[in-house]
């Protein structure tokens, strides 16, 4: 005799408490892309940490990808966005420049405040 298996039904739960939005956010320059949410990650781990290495660990970029994106951004802007120091026995080290430090609080603001308007949004649209 053929097994029937049983369904097991969840009491419906509206909609409107499952669904949410999602939104993704980049920043183009003169109608070339300069950075997005995993550049933003970058430079904030260069900020944190001190290092590109560090930074790309935590982003789980290799490190050969963060310095091509470094760089695309600094070709973008035409100017750096990330100072360096070579290792030895000083350790090295990298940092945001101003330029790099203004655009990533500048994301940072835009990103959230986006993200809140979206959020708005669509609430209004729920409630239609």
Do not use: H
Request: proline content about 5%.
């Amino acid at each position: 005799m053929p097994r029937t298996s049983v369904r097991r039904t969840q009491p419906a739960v509206p909609l409107a408490r499952r669904i949410a939005p999602g939104f993704k956010t980049w920043l183009v320059l003169d109608g070339e892309f300069l950075m997005g949410p995993r550049y933003l990650r970058l430079l904030e781990g260069i900020d944190e940490t001190g290092t590109v290495r560090q930074a790309c660990a935590r982003t789980g970029m290799s490190y050969r990808t963060c310095l091509s994106r470094i760089r695309a951004m600094e070709r973008t802007l035409g100017a750096p966005v990330v100072t360096t120091a070579r290792g030895g026995t000083d350790r090295g080290g990298a940092r945001l420049t101003p330029l790099g430090r203004r655009l990533l609080r500048l994301y940072e603001r835009w990103r959230d405040d986006a993200g809140q308007a979206v959020q708005a949004t669509f609430q209004r649209a729920l409630a239609d």
